[in-house]
């Protein structure tokens, strides 16, 4: 029942509400308006560490779904607590198709539930042009020895600008230190092809193809041929290397007429024309885990797949080959990558950085951790504990070189390593990269067009930087 | 603050007293407060999460703002929208999504209606077949692509392993360009043909059995009976259950993730998979919006048109 003295007073509350909603709207606006920052650029850490907190204190990682990040966690949960016992470590991970998305996302709302955004080597560029991670160049002077590591590995997990291969910039900044390193591993049956491994590439595809047709049921090769992550596009980068190829010329910016000159085509003839044949029926979206899944069941006579990766063919419960780690390594040998025209190996592996957007009692326990990590004796207790360390002692560590068959391939490998490129547009190139490779790989394009289509889409991406509208297509 | 008000009173038969409130705050509590306050939560909510995330797209659509650089959005009026208009990499995606969404409705009005038609024959078990026939429906679409991606696998899948048996060779169903394709299509119709079949085992039911007497009587045949009747009486709701689906299938997106990542090369790719590489691989929020707004906008116009033929039909 109604009142009729509050008839003229029923507009009030709707107007209310509609100033109410306007203000919200009003408010939202300018709240999400307000996230922007203008010439964004990496804010500097510190030189020295400062005061850690004595309160309870969880340090967070992000990283990707594999046995490194569960080693991680426990290592530095067993190791660094005896320092700080205070601290407890928390290595988060994603599935590795959404690894830079479940970054960059964060970083994008200017806020992160991880203090230690391990990247890819190549996502530092777009970290750091967005102002993601701290420039820690005064931190390292400071609190590294810079000596100890192989000067292309302290830079490819740091330095942006990116490094000349195989070089470091002593004047260039440093947004990061290296966590674990990695590369390809030739993974091969010895019982099949003998224990000597193929020293070239030509070799190594003639040994394959006769193991095939020796054997059947079992392929020649197996490797990356997925469309998602990088796998695609590191196979094809890897063959470019060895074949002499470049991906691009960093001075000019230049992809076009240097990916798809004639050594990029023969790279690209040889996977397509020569390596595809010898992989299993069905192998084009194969990533690390169906190469391995392929070599443990014995259907593969050559793999190549990532070291980091590779400690559960090992794993009698995950192999056919069998039942003690004896018997399986009588079987599988582990060399470094044949060479041909050159004898580059693909770069893998991560570095930490130090999230922006952390906390400062957070970001100050996350340099301590990375100055704690890089101690000689920390890194070869980190060998022994299953990781990949980066300083050279440790590399040459009993610790490290006996702690599996293939650490000896990675140690060989790190004056061989070439990376891809490290700049802000990395995710668009590696995409157009993994896309068409994967597209000739599957006979959805012919090789030659592949190249040339991944050599024009990408210059055009590098050419558009900057450009207004339309951008990403 | 005032007296609680009884609710019963003392004499039965007397009609509630018209009495005013007692002055307080329950004078305030007219019927279009409580209209506003039932309806607040609901509606605030809705701005929030549907109105401005829609209105801040739009604006976002005008400027070249990228969500990660940082800086201030600058317009580039309808810079963005032209881009995304001519581009070649566009059409190509829309015509995947064409393909997709044309074969995969079809494909399930065809069979929902089929298995609704035989089902609503029937008269004992119907209950239960219709329940077993909606499990897929209930099941997530990662999970769906996660299993079928096994059973897919080219090397170790059950579906090669029977083709197998039967002497037909392996099949790439995920990695060729020709059978891509269809693999997702036939996922997809696996998962929401009940849909279809729910909705038109809805119509069939409503439909009155009378007129099958009358036809009966007439001793009109089966297949007259379908096209006079069935057909006709039905034909609105199933048409709707096809809007539905059409909307659904065109903003597919969690299938072509799982089961081939656009691949082989970008030949699975449908315009919401190259959104999310606008948006999240080059974080070109600027464009991506606009994608996103003339996505909204395609869909906006064909249901009209739809919903304008259903209204025909309707009043024919």
Not at chain 2, 187 to 192: E, F, K, R, S, Y
């Amino acid at each position: 029942m109604r009142y009729p003295k509050r008839i003229g007073r029923l507009s009030v509350p709707g107007r209310k509400v509609q100033l109410a909603t306007a203000a919200m709207l009003v408010a939202t606006t300018v709240a999400a308006c307000g996230g922007g920052q203008d010439g964004a650029s990496a804010p500097k850490a510190p030189a020295t560490i400062p005061e850690l907190t004595k309160d309870p204190l969880t340090l967070s990682f992000i990283w990707f779904e594999w046995p490194p990040a569960q080693a991680l966690e426990a290592f530095a949960n067993a190791e660094y607590t005896k320092e700080r016992p205070n601290v407890t470590i928390k290595v988060n991970t994603v599935p590795n198709a959404n690894w830079h998305d479940a970054i960059f996302t964060q970083f994008a709302a200017h806020k992160t539930d991880f203090d230690i955004p391990i990247l890819d080597s190549q996502h530092i560029g777009e970290a750091v042009t967005n102002g993601n991670i701290l420039d820690i160049t005064d931190f390292v002077k400071q609190n590294i020895d810079v000596n100890a590591y192989n000067p292309y590995l302290l830079a490819a997990y740091g330095q942006f600008p990116q490094a000349e291969t195989g070089k470091r910039d002593e004047n260039a900044s440093l947004y990061g230190l290296p966590l674990l390193g990695d590369t390809w591993t030739m993974i091969y049956r010895k019982d099949l092809i003998g224990d000597k491994p193929p020293q070239t590439w030509d070799e190594m595809i003639a040994a394959a193809a006769k193991c095939q047709a020796d054997n059947p049921g079992v392929s020649g090769l197996a490797f990356h041929q997925a469309n998602g992550s990088d796998a695609a596009a590191v196979t094809y980068n890897t063959v470019n290397g060895v074949y002499g190829g470049n991906l691009w010329d960093p001075k000019s910016r230049k992809i076009e007429g240097v990916l798809n000159d004639a050594a990029g085509q023969e790279a690209m003839d040889v996977l397509v024309n020569k390596m595809k044949p010898l992989t299993a029926t069905g192998s084009g979206n194969w990533f690390i885990d169906e190469v391995n899944a392929a070599v443990a069941q014995g259907k593969a006579c050559i793999a190549f797949n990532w070291i980091a990766a590779s400690g559960g063919l090992l794993d009698p419960k995950q192999s056919t080959l069998g039942t003690t780690r004896e018997e399986i390594l009588g079987k599988l040998g582990f060399a470094t990558l044949p060479s041909q025209k050159t004898n580059l190996v693909p770069l893998g592996g991560m570095g930490m950085h130090v999230s922006a957007y952390s906390s400062e009692a957070n970001q100050a326990e996350a340099l301590n951790f990375m100055k704690w990590f890089q101690q000689a004796d920390i890194q070869k207790k980190w060998a022994a504990a299953g990781g990949v360390p980066s300083r050279t002692d440790a590399l040459e560590s009993p610790e490290f070189l006996n702690a599996g068959p293939f650490n000896k391939v990675y140690a060989d490998s790190v004056p061989r390593m070439r990376d891809m490129w490290n700049v802000p547009e990395y995710a668009r190139l590696v995409d157009i990269e993994n896309t068409n490779v994967n597209a000739a790989l599957n006979g959805a394009k012919t090789p030659k067009d592949a190249l040339n289509d991944i050599a024009k889409e990408q210059q055009a991406v590098l050419d558009s930087s900057g450009s207004k509208g339309g951008g990403g297509l | 603050m005032s007296d609680p008000v009884p609710l019963t009173t003392d004499h039965p038969g007397q009609v509630a007293s018209a009495t005013p409130p007692e002055p307080g705050w329950s004078r305030r509590l007219s019927d279009r407060w409580l209209t506003v306050a039932f309806i607040s939560p609901a509606l605030l909510l809705l701005l929030a999460m549907s109105v401005f995330p829609l209105l801040w797209a739009l604006y976002l659509s005008f400027t070249d703002y990228s969500a990660t650089r940082g800086g201030s959005a600058h317009f580039v009026w309808f810079e963005n929208y032209t881009a995304i208009l001519t581009s070649a990499q566009v059409h190509l995606r829309a015509f995947t999504t064409l393909i997709y969404v044309v074969g995969a409705v079809t494909l399930q009005t065809v069979l929902g209606f089929t298995i609704a038609y035989l089902i609503s024959r029937r008269t004992h078990g119907r209950g239960l077949l219709t329940t077993l026939f909606l499990v897929p429906m209930m099941l997530s679409p990662v999970v769906v692509g996660l299993f079928w991606r096994f059973m897919l696998d080219a090397q170790f899948g059950v579906i090669n392993s029977m083709l197998g048996s039967i002497g037909l060779g392996q099949v790439e169903w995920l990695t060729r360009q020709q059978t891509a394709l269809i693999s997702l299509i036939v996922v997809d119709t696996w998962q929401w043909t009940p849909f279809i079949m729910l909705i038109a085992l809805a119509g069939l039911t409503a439909v009155p059995k009378y007129l099958y007497e009358a036809a009966s009587i007439d001793r009109a045949s089966e297949w007259f009976r379908f096209r006079t009747i069935t057909l006709p009486l039905v034909w609105p709701l199933l048409l709707i259950a096809v809007l539905f689906r059409a909307i659904e299938a065109f903003r597919l997106f969690e299938l072509v993730y799982i089961l081939t990542s656009g691949g082989p090369g970008v030949s699975t790719e449908t315009l919401s998979f190259h959104v999310y590489k606008v948006a999240f691989l080059g974080f070109n929020t600027g464009t991506a919006s606009a994608y996103g707004i003339l996505m909204v906008l395609i869909v906006i116009v064909l249901t009209q048109l739809y919903l304008r033929y259903l209204n025909k039909l309707k009043e024919d």
